[in-house]
């Protein structure tokens, strides 16, 4: 879906460019001429939602199609996009130096995966979604703390924030929050939420990496957490 949009949304400024549009000339010409203005609003690459219908809205999800207008001045969609609530992932280790890992079933691939510690910033509205720093949501460090002792029954004796990112910019407006946890110990067993099944294993930094390269840890986000985790 994501592909064939953006490879037809392109085409009004596509065709605006082959057909020499005198608005073209409003946009920066060359990266040079790009940097140093501020992204947000006043942007001229922004687009502006026109219209925005709820397909599916529960307390789980917020699946929308919206329609918006290009830079150019021309209206196009439909887009699709959803609101899930934020999320930690934690790269731990332990006192011996080994990475924490979970195994789990993921119904998107419809495989069981290898990835880290990670878990949903729970709300106290009830909902699985909402703006970022909503007084309704958890703070981020607790909740890794909890996810990681919920899912492992190990603690951290040294915490980390290493970035907190889109986790899909394209589709959706939720945010990916990265943590390293060091020097982690075990305190008591899972505590499991009923639709949680799941196995803790522990891996060396190679054997990580060479999951990676086999492309046998399938976690994009998580990837990009074990990169940041070696770099702090």
């Not at 925005?52 to 996009?81: C, K, M, N």
């Not at 946890?181 to 060396?204: I, M, N, W, Y």
Request: proline share 3%.
């Amino acid at each position: 879906m994501n592909h064939e949009e953006n490879r037809i949304s392109l085409s009004p400024i596509t065709d605006a460019i082959e057909t020499g549009n005198n608005e073209r000339n409003s946009y920066p010409d060359t990266e040079e001429e790009e940097q140093g203005k501020p992204r947000g609003a006043g942007d001229p690459l922004e687009w502006e939602e026109v219209s925005t219908e709820h397909i599916l809205q529960d307390e789980w999800i917020d699946f929308r199609r919206s329609a918006y207008r290009l830079p150019d001045g021309s209206v196009f969609g439909p887009y699709y996009s959803y609101s899930r609530r934020d999320y930690v992932v934690i790269v731990a280790s332990d006192t011996e130096g080994n990475y924490l890992c979970v195994r789990q079933f993921r119904q998107g691939i419809k495989e069981v995966t290898t990835e880290f510690p990670a878990g949903g910033i729970e709300r106290t509205d009830g909902r699985e979604y909402g703006g970022r720093n909503d007084l309704s949501a958890e703070d981020a460090l607790e909740a890794a703390k909890r996810e990681l002792l919920e899912e492992t029954g190990y603690e951290a004796g040294e915490w980390k924030h290493l970035l907190t990112v889109p986790s899909n910019a394209t589709i959706s407006d939720n945010y990916a929050v990265l943590f390293a946890a060091r020097g982690c110990r075990r305190v008591s067993g899972q505590s499991l939420d009923e639709t949680e099944f799941l196995h803790v294993v522990k891996f060396s930094a190679d054997e990580i990496e060479k999951m990676i390269a086999g492309g046998e840890f399938q976690q994009a986000v998580h990837i990009m957490a074990w990169l940041l985790a070696l770099r702090s």
